[in-house]
T-cell receptor, first 109, second 113 residues
């Protein structure tokens, strides 16, 4: 079956680094997305990986290992505004986007 | 300029009523979607239209009926509302197929009393 796993909740300290993991089991694979969703708001696109390796975009980086069915989102120099849910979604074939349940990240001063 | 807009933002109604949510995108995208996000924050696809044609129709009660008058609009009509329909409904759009990057509207918080 199709399955995406992420931790339900994580806590980190302002200024620190946090890594949010995502593992997936899907019948096909054609890329992996990370979205950020602040409480009461819509999900917004953060990153897309289709090849193995690390994609860096400012304070955020996303890593993919297709052989392991694994991705992580790395957030550096954490700010209070980074408190949000982070959703992992896998592109499975041409017409399917499978969503994880999201990881709620809590940033403490 | 708002890329994907939805109305209304909040909707409170009684069980048994019929209601509609409207969505419009000005991104020139070909594909639009409706998602339901429940209290556990799980995002579940309901429908997707590509150029006014239905391409994804997940297991959803037939009380829910999407309508796409043109590729920039996708409305959701819900008949005989039930308590379990209470959730946030997000509209989204993407350039081509549903596996492209999706852009979400602000959401409509539906509360059924």
């Amino acid at each position: 079956g199709q399955n995406i796993d992420q931790p339900t909740e994580m806590t980190a300290t302002e200024g620190a680094i946090v890594q949010i993991n995502c593992t997936y089991q899907t019948s096909g694979f054609n890329g992996l997305f990370w979205y950020q969703q602040h409480a009461g708001e819509a999900p917004t696109f953060l990153s897309y990986n289709v090849l193995d390796g690390l994609e860096e975009k400012g304070r955020f980086s996303s890593f993919l290992s297709r052989s392991k069915g694994y991705s992580y989102l790395l957030l550096k120099e954490l700010q209070m505004k980074d408190s949000a849910s982070y959703l992992c979604a896998v592109r499975d074939g041409d017409y399917q986007l499978i969503w994880g349940a999201g990881t709620k990240l809590i940033i403490k001063p | 300029d708002t890329a994907v807009s939805q109305t209304p933002k909040y909707l409170v109604t009684q069980m048994g009523n019929d209601k509609s949510i409207k969505c419009e995108q000005n991104l020139g995208h070909d594909t639009m979607y409706w998602y339901k996000q429940d209290s556990k924050k799980f995002l579940k696809i309901m429908f997707s239209y590509n150029n006014k044609e239905l391409i994804i129709n997940e297991t959803v009660p037939n009380r829910f009926s999407p309508k796409s008058p043109d590729k920039a609009h996708l409305n959701l009509h819900i008949n005989s509302l039930e308590l379990g329909d209470s959730a946030v409904y997000f509209c989204a759009s993407s350039q081509g197929n549903p596996a492209d990057t999706q852009y979400f509207g602000p959401g409509t918080r539906l509360t059924v009393l």
